[in-house]
Nanobody, 120 residues
């Protein structure tokens, strides 16, 4: 599966961005997730949606970020509202072959190239 992210950019604190992740084939039964990586650190899970549609969010983004997927368009979204400077990071889309999601990046087989989000 090839994943391509888009939608990153620069925004002022309190603003919004929507990230998109386009998959090369249908992934409706796969777990898909968004991770982010701060400079000098490893990737951390932000939000995920299982093959069954269950969503999980990191505590730091609950109530501000929303993950959604549209199977017919093979797209995963991350709507980010009320952005804070501490949300600034490289954001990655990821997918794994299993239905269930796990918070570790080692559980995911496919990755996008990442898109930068900068909040000032």
């Amino acid at each position: 599966v090839q994943l391509v992210e888009s939608g990153g950019g620069s925004v002022q604190a309190g603003g919004s961005l929507r990230l998109s992740c386009s998959a090369s084939r249908y992934t409706s039964t796969h777990c898909m997730a968004w991770f982010r990586q701060f400079p000098g650190q490893g990737r951390e899970a932000v939000a995920s949606v299982s093959g069954g549609g269950a969503t999980v969010y990191d505590d730091s983004v609950k109530g501000r970020f929303t993950v959604s997927r549209f199977h017919d368009r093979k797209v995963l979204y991350l709507q980010m509202n009320s952005l804070k400077p501490e949300d600034s990071a490289m954001y990655f889309c990821a997918a794994r072959s299993g239905v269930a999601c796990y918070p570790s990046d080692t559980a995911f087989e496919w990755w996008g190239q990442g898109t930068q989000v900068t909040v000032s």
